[in-house]
């Protein structure tokens, strides 16, 4: 069981401050010096109270006849991560404390995967291949937050090897692998780019070049909020895609065995999908020839689907076990989110206080942060994390100074001239979380972090008139692209979204309303993702103290109606 109180991995600052001079970063370093003390220690990150991984219920049996057609197509339906050696597919995952563990099929406990680089404790995605080069083991690549696609040979259930690395992967917000589409029995990857374009990548079944070259295989993809690279569900042999629309239709796409244009036209077979978080991609869990799938609900339960071999699913079967502790499924259909995982609150006397995401849409319990008082009068605002790491950072301006309190960074001098800072994310396009600031007068400037938490570039002026908001928000997407988003709110009480466009000189579509009355809750917060589907989520306080929340839809409504989660907040003078 892990402490609410377990500590953060500590950030390793390698890189020297920039000096901030009326608002602008310069090249040449800080005096240190000069610098004012950081008012206040480095303190710990609170945790969410863990719990095991619970084993993989594999109770569910083969539905349906057919053994023949069952014994046949065993072989046609690989496991893509066996690492147990039992013949089917083990889970691997990412939980809440950002690192990595494997659920392995023969009933035994999960256990941590880690490699010698440790980067796998700053995976955003991980995507099982099978064993794509015939040594009896399977590959798996994990994708970094800020683009990095890396190839893992030879897995284990505790770890695997890297032979390959690739830059610049940021440009998709999904990358899948549907299992082997052009007939070699390699698994072949598919990745989906902003706009709705599908790319498909032929694997090589040479570790350290996995890959040839993209080709484009489709449009309109976007329409998709979770897309599943299931193996063979239809016979054929050749790998199949389920894709959800987010009204919660299910649609099956049959393979064609033509690389060039690899899928038939799209069958809806479910509707209701909605009620699950995320759709994972077990292939074959109960031995019956047919690519299978799991899907968690917000409850945090499994359930299994029997692949009929028609493209279709019997009725699901619920498992046992809660899986709440898990971010991110490898082999899941949804964007992958990290970086943020709930909020602070400061009393009236001076003491933070924490709440988690659980990714049911509920909150831990309050864990404090620091020492009671201990926070009074201080200048904070709690940002996504400007490293690869799991956590949010809490920034401190003290005389003029920006620090970092999860590390003691100083970002150099400067900042008194920001009324307002906001941290949503990656809205540069490069993977790396940046900095928004507005200054007295309304402009609203662009820092672009360096991806290590110990940097920020030169700041760009995204546009005047904000000081026209009382709040600016964000941690994560609300619109269903992939991309970091910002709400603000006016001081008439509507509510606006501004999209990210991943363009750091115009990082903004423009503002679209999505609310009113809004000036009815006294405190606003953005927890990131509250309810596990990777969207992010919105907080509000009444002046009676009661908490809502609205969740993110990734529609042109961006959020749903409220939903009462809690009370006694009129307790915070503010939160973050």
Same mark, same amino acid.
């Given at each position: 069981?892990?402490?609410?109180?377990?500590?953060?991995?500590?950030?390793?600052?390698?890189?020297?401050?920039?000096?901030?001079?009326?608002?602008?970063?310069? &090249?040449?370093?800080?005096?240190?010096?000069?610098?004012?003390?950081?008012?206040?220690?480095?303190?710990?990150?609170?945790?969410?109270?863990?719990?095991?991984?619970?084993? $993989?219920?594999?109770?569910?049996?083969?539905?349906?006849?057919?053994?023949?057609?069952?014994?046949?197509?065993?072989?046609?339906?690989?496991?893509?991560?066996?690492?147990?050696?039992?013949?089917?597919?083990?889970?691997?995952?990412?939980?809440?404390?950002?690192?990595?563990?494997?659920?392995?099929?023969?009933?035994?406990?999960?256990?941590?995967?880690? =490699?010698?680089?440790?980067?796998?404790?700053?995976? $955003?995605?991980?995507?099982?291949?099978?064993?794509?080069?015939?040594?009896?083991?399977?590959?798996?690549?994990?994708?970094?937050?800020?683009?990095?696609?890396?190839?893992?040979?030879?897995? =284990?259930?505790?770890?695997?090897?890297?032979?390959?690395?690739?830059?610049?992967?940021?440009?998709?917000?999904?990358?899948?692998?549907?299992?082997?589409?052009?007939?070699?029995?390699?698994?072949?990857?598919?990745?989906?780019?902003?706009?709705?374009?599908?790319?498909?990548?032929?694997?090589?079944?040479?570790?350290?070049?996995?890959?040839?070259?993209?080709?484009?295989?489709?449009?309109?993809?976007?329409?998709?909020?979770?897309?599943?690279?299931?193996?063979?569900?239809?016979?054929?042999?050749?790998?199949?895609?389920?894709?959800?629309?987010?009204?919660?239709? $299910?649609?099956?796409?049959?393979?064609?065995?033509?690389?060039?244009?690899?899928?038939?036209?799209?069958?809806?077979?479910?509707?209701?999908?909605?009620?699950?978080?995320?759709?994972?991609?077990?292939?074959?869990?109960?031995?019956?020839?047919? &690519?299978?799938?799991?899907?968690?609900?917000?409850?945090?339960?499994?359930? !299994?689907?029997?692949?009929?071999?028609?493209?279709?699913?019997?009725?699901?079967?619920?498992?046992?076990?809660?899986?709440?502790?898990?971010?991110?499924?490898?082999?899941?259909?949804?964007?992958? =989110?990290?970086?943020?995982?709930?909020?602070?609150?400061?009393?009236?006397?001076?003491?933070?206080?924490?709440?988690?995401?659980?990714?049911?849409?509920?909150?831990? &319990?309050?864990?404090?942060?620091?020492?009671?008082?201990?926070?009074?009068?201080?200048?904070?605002?709690?940002?996504?994390?400007?490293?690869?790491?799991?956590?949010?950072?809490?920034?401190?301006?003290?005389?003029?100074?920006?620090?970092?309190?999860?590390?003691?960074?100083?970002?150099?001098?400067?900042?008194?001239?920001?009324?307002?800072?906001?941290?949503?994310?990656?809205?540069?396009?490069?993977?790396?979380?940046?900095?928004?600031?507005?200054? =007295?007068?309304?402009?609203?400037?662009?820092?672009?972090? %360096?991806?290590?938490?110990?940097?920020?570039?030169?700041?760009?002026?995204?546009?005047?008139?904000?000081?026209?908001?009382?709040?600016?928000?964000?941690?994560?997407?609300?619109?269903?692209?992939?991309?970091?988003?910002?709400?603000?709110?006016?001081?008439?009480?509507?509510?606006?979204?501004?999209?990210?466009?991943?363009?750091?000189?115009?990082?903004?579509?423009?503002?679209?309303?999505?609310?009113?009355?809004?000036?009815?809750?006294?405190?606003?917060?953005?927890?990131?993702?509250? %309810?596990?589907?990777?969207? !992010?989520?919105?907080?509000?306080?009444?002046?009676?103290?009661?908490?809502?929340?609205?969740?993110?839809?990734?529609?042109?409504?961006?959020?749903?109606?409220?939903?009462?989660?809690?009370?006694?907040?009129?307790?915070?003078?503010?939160?973050?």
């Amino acid at each position: 069981m892990r402490s609410v109180f377990s500590g953060r991995a500590r950030r390793v600052t390698t890189c020297t401050a920039l000096a901030l001079s009326a608002g602008m970063l310069l &090249a040449s370093p800080a005096v240190a010096e000069s610098a004012p003390r950081p008012p206040r220690p480095v303190v710990e990150q609170p945790l969410i109270a863990d719990t095991t991984t619970p084993k $993989l219920d594999m109770s569910q049996p083969a539905v349906g006849t057919g053994e023949a057609r069952a014994a046949e197509a065993t072989a046609v339906v690989p496991s893509r991560f066996d690492v147990d050696g039992d013949g089917r597919t083990d889970l691997i995952h990412r939980k809440q404390d950002g690192r990595t563990y494997v659920a392995p099929t023969a009933t035994a406990a999960a256990v941590k995967f880690e =490699t010698a680089d440790s980067l796998l404790t700053h995976n $955003l995605d991980l995507v099982p291949l099978g064993d794509q080069d015939g040594t009896g083991r399977p590959e798996l690549l994990a994708v970094s937050r800020n683009g990095v696609l890396r190839l893992y040979a030879e897995a =284990t259930a505790t770890s695997g090897s890297l032979t390959w690395s690739g830059n610049g992967w940021n440009i998709y917000n999904k990358v899948f692998s549907p299992g082997d589409v052009d007939g070699d029995g390699r698994a072949d990857l598919l990745a989906r780019q902003y706009n709705g374009e599908l790319y498909y990548y032929r694997a090589t079944g040479v570790p350290t070049a996995p890959f040839a070259g993209r080709a484009k295989v489709g449009a309109g993809w976007g329409v998709y909020d979770q897309l599943v690279g299931i193996g063979d569900n239809d016979g054929d042999g050749r790998g199949d895609v389920v894709a959800r629309t987010t009204d919660g239709r $299910l649609y099956f796409y049959g393979s064609t065995g033509n690389p060039a244009a690899p899928f038939k036209a799209p069958r809806e077979i479910g509707r209701g999908w909605n009620a699950y978080n995320q759709i994972v991609a077990p292939d074959d869990r109960n031995g019956d020839g047919r &690519a299978d799938l799991l899907a968690r609900d917000q409850s945090g339960a499994l359930w !299994a689907y029997s692949g009929l071999g028609n493209g279709s699913y019997s009725a699901p079967v619920k498992l046992s076990g809660s899986w709440l502790s898990v971010d991110q499924f490898g082999g899941a259909g949804n964007i992958p =989110t990290a970086g943020r995982s709930g909020f602070l609150g400061r009393d009236k006397a001076g003491t933070l206080f924490w709440y988690g995401d659980q990714n049911n849409g509920k909150l831990t &319990a309050r864990a404090q942060w620091g020492s009671t008082g201990g926070w009074a009068g201080a200048n904070l605002s709690y940002v996504s994390a400007l490293d690869e790491g799991a956590f949010a950072d809490l920034l401190e301006i003290y005389q003029g100074h920006l620090y970092n309190s999860s590390n003691s960074h100083d970002f150099g001098g400067g900042w008194q001239v920001y009324n307002l800072l906001a941290g949503p994310g990656d809205l540069s396009g490069d993977g790396k979380s940046d900095l928004l600031a507005r200054d =007295t007068s309304g402009v609203l400037w662009l820092y672009q972090g %360096n991806g290590a938490g110990t940097g920020l570039a030169s700041r760009i002026k995204v546009g005047s008139g904000w000081g026209a908001y009382n709040r600016i928000l964000g941690a994560g997407d609300f619109s269903g692209d992939g991309r970091a988003d910002v709400v603000v709110r006016d001081g008439s009480g509507n509510l606006y979204l501004y999209k990210g466009t991943g363009n750091r000189t115009a990082p903004f579509a423009g503002r679209v309303r999505i609310g009113t009355g809004w000036g009815t809750y006294t405190k606003l917060a953005t927890p990131g993702d509250l %309810n596990g589907d990777g969207r !992010a989520d919105l907080l509000g306080v009444t002046a009676a103290g009661d908490l809502y929340r609205y969740l993110g839809t990734g529609t042109s409504a961006a959020i749903t109606s409220r939903v009462k989660i809690g009370y006694g907040f009129q307790t915070y003078a503010n939160l973050y």
